[in-house]
């Protein structure tokens, strides 16, 4: 595990995945005094580095998960379990993170591990931090982005794939509607963070032409 800090409140953990080709994970760590509120949690064999990165800069006060895929949320037992801390995600995922149904395009249930003790994400689960989540449809149903105000960075999961330079989507077979997560990339337009940060790419700062490329490039 590599841990860096990407801004004053904001740490990100990258793990990488053992497939045919790199495949970072990242997760983010937000520091509020001694608080700190954990975004995503990667896969369960990552879970013991992330206990020891959180440990290392504070006190652990909640997990905030994008979205319900395994490599989003499968380490989130055992963080669970050590911390006794709240978990949360958006309400339209919870279907699917508690195994009532598979995620559309899937045959099969996600066994997350945290069934039943999720709970839905509200303006209120983060109104006393300088936090924003924004519902970001298509890649899955209750997918979000988080926005650090302050430091004006946002997390943004799986809603693009990033290079230094430019957006790409997610992989279109884990994806429930791909022109539907396109047109939720627009968020990006409204907020205009400094800096981007997704799941599995790299830092790209923002700048206006930027969405307008991907649009071009990759909406139906």
């Excluded at 064999?45 to 395994?70: C, E, R, Y």
């Excluded at 055992?78 to 919870?94: D, G, M, R, S, T």
């Amino acid at each position: 595990m590599n841990m860096k800090q990407i801004s004053e409140h904001v740490f990100q953990c990258e793990f990488e995945l053992d497939l045919s080709i790199r495949m970072p994970i990242h997760t983010w760590l937000i520091k509020d005094d001694e608080d700190v509120y954990i975004i995503d949690t990667g896969i369960e064999k990552f879970a013991d580095d992330l206990i020891k990165a959180v440990l290392s800069i504070g006190t652990p006060k909640a997990i905030l998960i994008t979205h319900g895929h395994h490599d989003h949320i499968e380490g989130a037992a055992k963080l669970v379990e050590k911390f006794n801390i709240p978990i949360y995600a958006h309400q339209k995922e919870l279907i699917y993170i508690n195994g009532e149904a598979p995620y559309p395009k899937k045959d099969e249930l996600e066994n997350t591990g945290v069934a039943h003790i999720v709970q839905p994400l509200t303006e209120q689960t983060i109104a006393y931090l300088p936090i924003q989540y924004y519902l970001t449809s298509g890649h899955s149903p209750g997918h979000v982005v988080y926005h650090h105000e302050i430091d004006r960075v946002l997390l943004s999961g799986d809603l693009f794939i990033t290079s230094q330079e430019d957006l790409y989507p997610p992989i279109r077979k884990f994806s429930v509607d791909m022109n539907e997560n396109i047109d939720s990339g627009a968020i990006i337009d409204e907020i205009k963070p400094t800096l981007i940060c997704s799941s599995h790419g790299q830092s790209l700062f923002y700048n206006d032409q930027l969405y307008k490329k991907y649009v071009w490039n990759y909406r139906d």
